[in-house]
T-cell receptor, first 114, second 118 residues
């Protein structure tokens, strides 16, 4: 069985603050893939990043950064110097190697106030 | 990046009507998916297809049906809409790509259809 837990339901910050979204996953597979998606108020899901289980290197893309730690089964996402346009629901997802389906977490709603 | 389209974007319809939600992608992806999502809630997979003439039910039971006669087209049909079907329906497609041996198969999503059944 696979499971993704996003324990934070909602996070509210003031513009320019940093915000970290937690994602903890469970899988018995040794090969798996992790993803983050953003869902703005318009409703579509926007792909942000992917990681495979053999690549623990952290990644930075502009104001976004990701921290993948296999030892704690976590794939956390940080937005640095948040902006109002970052307000959205963020989903973490897991795919095991023998399955094309994704398991999504419940999502974290981020509200950035001006 | 995949180009995936859904129509209509918004639909308000009365109970008992038959509806079809359209989903098309232009990238030749063999795998396609339908998710149901209530506002502010998590996504639930209701149908998926791994290719033409292949359809499977997802993790969440749904009264809807799907078909996959062409690679690019994956429509979802409700024979008799009810208020309990009110939700957002998201279509997605994926392809392993050419980055062997790593095959992320990330899913790309359409804009969604917001369905309201009165």
């Amino acid at each position: 069985a696979q499971k993704v837990t996003q324990a934070q339901t909602e996070i509210s910050v003031v513009e320019k603050e940093d915000v970290t979204l937690d994602c903890v996953y469970e899988t018995r597979d040794t090969t798996y893939y992790l993803f983050w998606y953003k869902q703005p108020p318009s409703g579509e899901l926007v792909f942000l990043i992917r990681r495979n289980s053999f690549d623990e290197q952290n990644e930075i893309s502009g104001r976004y950064s990701w921290n993948f730690q296999k030892s704690t089964s976590s794939f956390n996402f940080t937005i640095t110097a948040s902006q109002v346009v970052d307000s959205a629901v963020y989903f973490c997802a897991l795919r095991e190697s023998n399955d094309y389906k994704l398991s999504f977490g419940a999502g974290t709603t981020v509200t950035v106030r001006a | 990046e995949a180009d995936i389209y859904q129509t209509p974007r918004y639909l308000v319809i009365g109970t008992g009507k038959k509806i079809t939600l359209e989903c098309s992608q232009t990238m030749g992806h063999d795998k396609m998916y339908w998710y149901q999502q209530d506002p502010g809630m998590e996504l639930h997979l209701i149908h998926y297809s791994y290719g033409v003439n292949s359809t499977e039910k997802g993790d969440l039971s749904s009264e809807s049906t799907v078909s996959r006669i062409r690679t690019e087209h994956f429509p979802l049909t409700l024979e008799s809409a009810r208020p309990s079907h009110t939700s957002q329906y998201l279509c997605a497609s994926s392809d392993p790509g050419t980055r062997a041996p790593i095959s992320y198969n990330e899913q790309f999503f359409g804009p969604g259809t917001r369905l309201t059944v009165l």
